[in-house]
């Protein structure tokens, strides 16, 4: 069999689920060498890892690109913010998250733009994390500062589940992260600090919020589990 | 010299936090999951695995906040240890119905932090000994690692069983190598102090529990043969030992008292009393059989993570004795470096001598983890001590090192495993016999020129280095230089472009290294710029030029070979 023959064939076993295994003892059987065996399995792992090189010099790319274009937008805003109006900015806000997520569905879904499609979701998400800030920012909300976290953590597991993004379950885990660390800070220390000055800056609404954390967590969790792939349920 | 140390670690600590992330959240291929022997030792199994593994521990810590949060908004009529309990009870409830570990690690946690807490809350104002809390917790740790030999058989509680072992292996072993120093010896002697566990029933009748639960799962595991015999016995013996130690009278481990002290330097010149002589017998012996013994029953079990594991122990013993045995030197960096050297080169010799036992001989990757395994180190203290600072470090009376040192054994143990790597290669011809030669030299020479050689008074009043200092600095300087050249003609006639290309990095190193040492007193700082610009031309030029004439020397060596 020639080389090229050799590569065809143990692609095509590969394909069908065969195991190394069963294509050496299939190969040696038809008389091959086990040197020209690995060389043609050598030539199939090269081909694999050059297209998944490229593929991730491509996701580097694209999700680098997002951060600068992310950074420009809030600098240029940050810059002006000051002189605009609450509306105007509620507007930027609203409309560039928007886009980001009408872009990316776009790019994704009708144009098979999987990793640019993919990188531009995320930058909506990162969009409606910032907006959640500016905006109580912008009306003067008093709240915990970690509430906003959860709700960028809550929205993000929605538009996660509606999108199909994996990048956003990624984008909740650190978000989740920071709300569960930045609590019983606030709940403890501030317990302690009210003891001596009566003043107790700890919301009820928070309480609610963390209960509706719990519950979304919860669901989220069995929800993607029960995405598994099926070859990984023995597991469970 | 540490100072350069510090700097690097911040650098390679990151670079490692990403690196792990980044292979962490490496999406896998389902099928790869299930080929793979150890697949229960993955963090995740598939992308569904890593985020539902993350949902799930979320909900259980912020089910925690919730009720902290409400528990406030309601006057605190709970206490936290209550709420501590409940959210690990529940959180244990989830990760054994949904087979989450990352849940179940934490919830496991949190009821041995709860029971703690709640001892500690027991002995309060009894004056209970420290050493029955102490105890219980092994005792947990004990059964943690009990019920991960029952989980095991079952595919679906494999990896329950993986957070079982390392949950009842890791404190159990820190204890072990605790106990096996100084430091660790004195805080034994410490939680020896007070009243007998028997002024509080609930801490008595816990530990009876915990007791009575190894026990049964011990002889349950020994019926069904879910554990082999010589391990049932090892962690028969812990727990005696452990229950001992629990019942243990006040314990003074050394024969001079000095409180107040808690600095390194404390241990210096202080003596073990009888007791203490005897405990610090008994943890060292079980802390090698701990470590040695997870080895040998890697072997019987076939599995080698477990391998990795008991070397891993047997390394971490090596640096836990590294740092006990540290201040008898007096923190000299050179005796520290030298130690740092032995040591990753005994871990280089183990590391060839299970590959080449197991015939798994790559050439092209030994070559090159032996190179920067063994000659880099190697090269960078004898840089160190053909300096300056290396020779003021240098500069001590070699009877004041106590005769059974650290440096003395690692080297022992180095030329024992060599001897026999060395003869393997000799008989099997496989083309590493030189280089390990070559190693082996160097190291030699240098332990015998730190441990036996008379080095003291190597500079005068003034500072300056005396007629037996310059005698040193050419001896060092010439063995570095000597070393950098075998290098070269190592890969010359071996025929090994990676020792060349090593060998010309260091020599350009050197050339800098000593262009700055000699030159930069004395030059206008600008002039010494342009000639440090002028040199790294030649040097780049002299390192292409050497490099290519090499190269080409053993492509045509090896064409005529070929004909």
Redesign the interface.
Known sequence: MEDQKITEYIQSSLDKGKSKEEIYKELLGQGLGIDAIQDAFNQITTKEEKEETQKRVIRIIVTIGVILIGVGIFSFIAANWQEMTKAVKVSIIVIAMVASYTGGWFLREKWHYKKTGEALLLLGAIIYGAGIFLVAQMFHTRGNWPDGFILWMIGTIVMAFAAESSSLFYLAIPVGIIAIVGHPFGILTFGIFGIFTGYNPFLLTSSFLLLTATIVTFIAGWLVKKRMPPELKEFY | MFGFFNFLIWPILIIGVIFFFVRF?RRRR??E???EKD??LQFS?????T??????L??V???G??I???N??LGDPLSLRTILLLVSVIGLGIGYY???IYTLAVSLIGLVGWWGAQAAEWAQGKDIKGAALFVGLLFISILFYLLSRVHEKK??F??VSIVYLILGLIPVTATLFLFSTKSGLRTLGEITKGASFFASWEITFSLFVFLVSIVGILVYALSKNLIFKPEALVIGFLVVLFSIIAFLPEQTMFLQQRMQQWRYEYYRDINLSGSGILWAIIFNILVLIEAFGLVLLSYFKKEGWLNKIGLLFVGALFIVKFFEWQNHWGSNPLLISMAVVMFLTCGLTVYLLVKSLRKKFNLKIEDKIYSVLGLVPLTFFLFLLSSESGLKNFNFNVQSLPFFSYLLILTTIYLLLNLILWFYFFRTKINLFREITFLIAFLFLLTLIILVFPHKNLFTESNELSGLGIFWAVVFNLMLFSEIVGIIFLGYFNNKNFFINLGIVFMSILIFVKYFDWFFAFLDKSIFFIGAGILLFVVGWFMEKGRRYMLSAIKKEEISQNQ
């Open positions: 959240l389902k099928a999951v299930i080929k697949w229960y199994l598939s992308k569904e695995d985020v539902s593994q993350f949902f799930f979320f909900s810590f912020f089910l906040v919730t902290l949060a409400f406030k908004d949904f087979k989450v595919v679906k494999k990896r």
